[in-house]
């Protein structure tokens, strides 16, 4: 998800300085009453606005000088802030509400995290976490220490079942978005504000578009390439689909069989999915990609950002450390783990520069799928032996002091009837299913919700499809 400890430094050297609180800038000029769906679309305009959605170097942000008249930092005209002092969590979160049309009492607002709850109680749309279920553009504000002190705040852009959908400013040094399961008993989640006026919004299922991964809505689409080098992209919705995806097919390239591998993975942590070339030559190729930005057609816009991969026998993304940007593991043929993070934004946009071994030991398994199994936001690895057996190694990177995998059990049997295992979070409820391609060319869901499922995921099998033998990779 993100670096807890990061926004827990931050958010201490916060509470204790009064400089954060800063002179709110003037509301702009009157308009028509705001509503929820209005914020949550200044936030996702936010969350891929490039040019500001992240911070430099310590937390001199656009929204710092913007909303609080921080001291100019970074070189950049208009931003503000710079030091420990000036977390901008809270900037980013008024932000959005002013520029999504939110006037009344926005002095309320200050640099801290907690004048959002303040706020709601006075006005009376303050909610405490248990029965209510938050709205589009709601302010929800959090504890991490579980100490009484609100110390973060992002926006809400809805809830869907027992899951919570976020766009937050300050977390990993840049805006993200987050999904927080069972949100309603999470201990690190305080409560709700919704700002004054606004009116009602859409319910999620009619108001997320079809489009899948590649676009960044949280459904996993698939992006096949056949032997002549063409791609085709099986976009996916669940829900809108009947529980049956992959049956929307377009082209979307050509000259892929110039790679003889494909990686998928969101380099740049912008919620949309770039794919990985890596030639016979072992150079690597980012094909990155904004869905909405390219008019629907992704990954023409493409450069080498390295070499040397053809040492590694297998690369695998994972988001290793759960900050949103994908790392790389690389196997040797020696059974070494090596791990490239990725901070896209403060490596200068060339990932995969910082190297270390993580493991060995890794020729024992014939497959390695990256999958976030137990829905907690960093990536685990599924290792298939040659006898069919899948072993789970669990990740949490900073409960394991930065040295992931090493927690392992059998989870199945039976994965040699599968020519092609692929991770895709099917019906996008956060936890990583897996589709099964037989030599048949059939393919399979295997379901996953591990908490339902009793930590024990992949036990709900059923075909969706068939006629994959057509392609020749899937990612």
């Not at 009484?148 to 919570?164: E, P, R, T």
């Not at 591998?261 to 094909?287: C, E, H, Q, S, Y």
């Not at 904004?290 to 297998?314: E, I, L, T």
Request: net charge negative; proline share 4%; with cysteine.
């Amino acid at each position: 998800m993100r670096k807890l400890s990061n926004l827990r430094r931050l958010a201490t050297a916060a509470a204790t300085a009064g400089i954060i609180l800063g002179i709110a800038a003037a509301p702009p000029a009157a308009q028509a009453a705001p509503s929820g769906d209005g914020i949550v679309a200044i936030a996702k305009r936010e969350l891929n606005d490039s040019s500001r959605n992240y911070e430099i170097p310590v937390n001199c942000s656009y929204y710092g000088g913007t909303m609080f008249g921080w001291p100019s930092c970074g070189g950049r005209s208009g931003w503000g802030g710079g030091g420990s002092a000036y977390a901008w969590c809270a900037a980013f979160a008024k932000y959005v509400w002013r520029e999504g049309g939110v006037t009344t009492d926005l002095s309320q607002i200050n640099g801290y995290a907690a004048s959002f709850r303040t706020y709601g109680q006075n006005h009376g749309t303050w909610h405490a976490r248990g029965s209510y279920v938050p709205k589009p553009g709601d302010a929800v504000v959090f504890d991490w220490e579980h100490d009484g002190v609100i110390d973060h705040v992002g926006i809400v852009k809805y809830a869907s079942g027992s899951n919570l959908y976020t766009i937050e400013g300050n977390t990993s040094d840049r805006i993200a978005a987050h999904t927080y399961y069972n949100y309603a008993s999470n201990s690190d989640v305080v409560g709700f504000t919704t700002a004054a006026g606004v009116t009602g919004s859409t319910p999620p299922a009619e108001r997320d578009p079809w489009i899948a991964d590649v676009s960044g809505d949280g459904f996993a689409d698939l992006v096949a390439t056949k032997t002549d080098g063409s791609m085709q992209l099986f976009s996916n919705n669940y829900t809108r689909d009947g529980g049956v995806p992959y049956g929307d097919v377009r082209q979307v390239g050509s000259g892929w069989s110039n790679y003889d591998r494909l990686i998928n993975a969101d380099v740049t942590g912008d919620g949309f999915a770039d794919l990985l070339g890596v030639k016979a030559d072992g150079t690597m190729w980012l094909f990155s990609n904004n869905f909405n930005r390219d008019g629907g057609v992704p990954y023409g816009d493409v450069r080498q950002v390295g070499s040397g991969w053809n040492n590694y026998a297998r690369i695998v993304p994972a988001d290793a450390n759960g900050d949103g940007f994908t790392d790389l593991l690389g196997v040797k043929a020696d059974g070494t783990m090596w791990l490239f993070s990725n901070n896209f934004v403060r490596d200068g946009g060339v990932p995969y520069g910082d190297v270390r071994q993580i493991g060995s030991g890794w020729t024992n398994y014939a497959r390695l799928v990256q999958a976030d199994a137990n829905g907690d936001g960093f990536t685990d690895l599924l290792g298939v032996k040659a006898d069919g057996t899948m072993w789970l190694f669990s990740n949490n990177f900073v409960r394991d002091g930065g040295v992931p995998y090493g927690d392992v059990r059998q989870i199945g049997s039976g994965w040699t009837n599968y020519a092609n295992i692929v991770p895709a979070d099917a019906n996008g409820d956060g936890f990583t299913d897996l589709l099964g391609v037989k030599a048949d060319g059939t393919m399979w869901l295997f379901s996953n919700n591990f908490v339902r499922d009793g930590g024990v995921p992949y036990g709900d099998v059923r075909q969706i499809g068939s006629g994959w033998t057509n392609y020749n990779r899937l990612v």
